[in-house]
Each structure stands twice: as C-alpha cells, then as structure tokens.
C-alpha cells in the first residue's frame, strides 16, 4: 500500500506479513525532555493466509479495563497456526490516556473517540487516529471496540451496534452483536456521532461491534469474562478460527430510543442513587436525589424517570453536576407491537 496518505507515524512491523508479530506504532512526541522522542503505541499483528481481517482495539478511553485485559491475553495467547485471515491487535488506542488512567490524553487532552477520522498533522491523538484509519480499518473486515464506564459511569455489560440504514450491513453487524454474546446488545441511536470510530468503520461499509462491559473506573470477574469470551466468539463467528460461538445465553436485545431515557442532573450536590444498576423502573419513579450537604433549608431535588425501563447505566462518582448523566433507562428492542 505504498499510495497510502500521509503519517509521521511509522510502524515496525509489516501489518501484511504471514506470521504472529508484535511491535508498535511510532508515534513521535517532541518535547523539552525528549527532543527527538517518540511513543512506541503496542500493535499485534497474527495472520496466516487468505481470510477475513478482524481488527480489535481497546483503552480508546484510557480508564476502561476489560479491552486491554482481554487484548493482552490475546495477543499472548493466539498463535498464527490458529487463524486463517489476519487478527490486529491494539490494546490501548489512547496509550497516553491509559497510562495516566484517565479517559483522555494528558498530553492534548484528546478524546480518541471525538477524533476519528484524525488529522494526519494534528495532535498526538489525532495522529493515532488518523493511522488507524487509514492503516488498520482500512485493512479490516470487521472492528471490536471494547468500552466500559470509566471513572464516571457503571454500565450493565452489553454490546453495542447502531442502527444503521443499510439493511444488509445491519443484519451483518446484528450477528456479530449476536456472536459476541454480552448479557445485553444495545441498539443505538448516537447522541454525538461525529469524531467516533464507530461511525468511520460503519461509513466504510464495514461491521462494527462497541461495547460497555461495566466501569467504576476498573473491571470483575463477569466483565472480564465478557470481553474474553466475545472477542473468541467474534473470531469464530468470522471463521478466523475454528469452532462455534460459546453463546451461553442470547444477548437481551435492548435500545434507548427517547431523550427521556438519558436522565441529567440539572444541580449540583450530593448523589443518592435510589435504583440500582438492572432494576425495572416505572415512568414517574424517582431514580436518584442530589441532596445539598451545605444548605440544610434546601429540599433534595428528585431525579425522575420520564419513561418505564431498566436501569443500564448510572453515575459513579459520590457527587454530581449540571449535566452529569445520573443514569440511563432502556427499552427492550425492537418496541413491542
Ligand atoms: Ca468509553
């Protein structure tokens, strides 16, 4: 691919060569304390012949566990004997961001998932995601994007595909939500599309698989389990290596589909959550009251469910802020009737 655009990032490996083979995106980083420094970002690539190309990439947000977990192991684990088509590995997109355990970049303050397709002479993170755009998903079949809260949400673990217009991209993507096989499959309509992965490898016509596996700023036991097993599944489901999807349960199919089901607080104070995470709420039920510490004369403001659900996701942090998402309710998928 020698007319390929632009990068001042450079990769030691042949992302086109047979074989398992670990290396890095060099991605240079002038600064006072390195004139001519670089970072080296992990990149594995495994492959053995003709076949699909599947492309995996966790830590897009810096403070999301279970894709570098799970990518790690991987990469460990995987030989080129195993696969028939071509496996990339990148455990932790925003390596910058994962090392300072944060959602985005110390050095630009970049959000990796507000950056794609990236900008081939822009910051650090623009960089990276100009590459992967350019090099990685470009090359790709299909792409996992593994997420989870962070610091300031817990989510139930679930999958997550769009809704997308193409019928046969759709149903393509469905299955591949399918095979991943998390408790949960979000169908979603995006709030804020614009920058995201997801919405570069979907114009591509290629299939796209996010998820959220859980959050608090760390991973358990099931999330873990999630991941591994999904990102298994996902190379099963594509014949990149051999066997059948370990689907222990189908994913309960839910979506968002309301501005009423993203719950904000509009005060600042102390957060109660008085619904937990994967509880059934009824239109009109208080989900969760800010309470003001200082100001014993101000009542608690309610935080009301404007739509009936369950609980998919909710603020971590013991405060809150104008603005913080308090919580999330969904509807099962597709609307009943
Ligand atoms: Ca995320």
């Known amino acids: 691919m020698s007319n390929e655009e632009f990068s001042k990032i450079s ?5 086109d060569a047979d074989g398992k083979h670990n290396g890095a995106l ?16 992990p990149i594995t690539v495994i492959k053995n012949g003709a076949g699909p190309t599947v492309l995996f990439t966790g830590a897009n947000h810096g403070d999301e566990y ?12 995987l030989q080129a004997a195993d696969v028939q088509g071509r496996v990339i590995i990148v455990p932790a997109l925003n390596l910058p961001a ?19 397709p990236g900008n081939a002479r822009g910051t650090i993170t623009d960089m990276i995601a100009h590459f992967v755009t350019t090099r990685l998903i470009a090359r790709a079949d299909v792409c996992v994007d593994i997420h989870a809260g962070g610091r300031s949400m817990n989510l139930l673990p679930m999958g997550i595909i769009h809704d997308l217009p193409d019928e046969k991209q759709m149903a393509a993507t469905l299955a591949a939500l399918q095979a991943f096989a998390a408790p949960y499959g979000m169908v979603l309509t995006e709030l804020d599309a614009v920058g995201m992965i997801d919405t570069v490898v979907e114009e591509a016509g290629k299939v796209f698989v996010s998820t959220e596996l859980g959050g608090a700023a760390s991973s358990t036991v099931e999330t873990i389990a999630v991941a591994e097993r999904g990102v298994m599944n996902i190379l099963k489901h594509t014949g990149v290596i051999e066997g059948v999807p370990d689907i222990p349960a189908p994913s309960r199919l839910i979506h968002t589909p309301k501005g009423g089901c993203f719950v904000s607080a509009r005060t600042e104070g ?28 101000r009542e608690p403001t309610p935080l009301v469910a404007e739509v009936s659900g369950q609980i998919v996701c909710r603020h971590v942090p013991g405060l809150i802020r104008r603005g913080d998402c308090a919580a999330v309710i969904a509807e099962p998928w597709p609307a009943a009737g």
């Open 270 to 297: 102390l957060f109660e959550i008085c619904k937990d995470l994967g509880a059934h709420v009824d239109a009109g039920d208080v989900i969760a009251r800010v309470h003001y510490l200082e100001d014993p004369d």
């Open 11 to 15: 990769c030691d490996i042949d992302l």
């Open 98 to 116: 994962f090392r300072a355990g944060a959602r985005t970049s110390p050095i630009d303050g970049g959000n990796m998932n507000r950056a794609f």
């Open 66 to 77: 279970e894709g570098p977990i799970a990518l790690t192991k991987l990469r460990a684990s």
């Open 26 to 41: 060099i991605v240079p980083w002038s600064r006072d304390e390195s004139s001519w420094g670089s970072i080296p970002l």
